[in-house]
């Protein structure tokens, strides 16, 4: 339990950034129209590739807070792993989820605001 309590407050740190590739991709995808299932590998590159930029950015700018995560016994391997499984598994999800039902662009743009809202006012409240 504590793993995942920690694990947690890694990706809480990169949540944003990679929610913000998620939306774009489900929000370009809802663009696309009939030619939507054709596009999906080029945002799955787009995700991989931007998955890793935002991790070398946040090990980058944090190797002194990985430390403490080293010091509890989380290897820095482990952090990134579960939370780019994690995170790939939420992209897959919202994929599936527009090409099935089809969810427009503009709805998708509401929860983008939204979520920046959310997140603005946790990371001003502390």
């Known amino acids: 339990m504590r793993t995942v309590r920690l694990i947690t407050r890694f990706y809480g740190s990169i949540?944003?950034?990679?929610?913000?590739?998620?939306?774009?991709?489900?929000?370009?995808?809802?663009?696309?129209?009939?030619?939507?299932?054709?596009?999906?590998?080029?945002?799955?590159?787009?995700?991989?590739?931007?998955?890793?930029?935002?991790?070398?950015?946040?090990?980058?700018?944090?190797?002194?807070?990985?430390?403490?995560y080293q010091n509890l016994g989380i290897t820095k391997l482990k952090l990134i792993l579960t939370t780019s499984v994690f995170d790939f598994f939420v992209w897959l999800i919202f994929i599936l989820l527009q090409l099935m039902t089809g969810i427009p662009g503009t709805l998708f743009n509401y929860i983008l605001w939204g979520v920046l809202l959310i997140h603005a006012y946790a990371y001003y409240k502390k």
């Open 15 to 68: 949540f944003l950034a990679n929610f913000l590739v998620t939306l774009s991709c489900i929000y370009l995808l809802a663009m696309a129209g009939k030619s939507a299932q054709t596009l999906v590998s080029v945002f799955f590159w787009y995700k991989t590739i931007s998955m890793m930029m935002i991790f070398y950015t946040a090990v980058y700018y944090k190797k002194n807070e990985l430390y403490y």
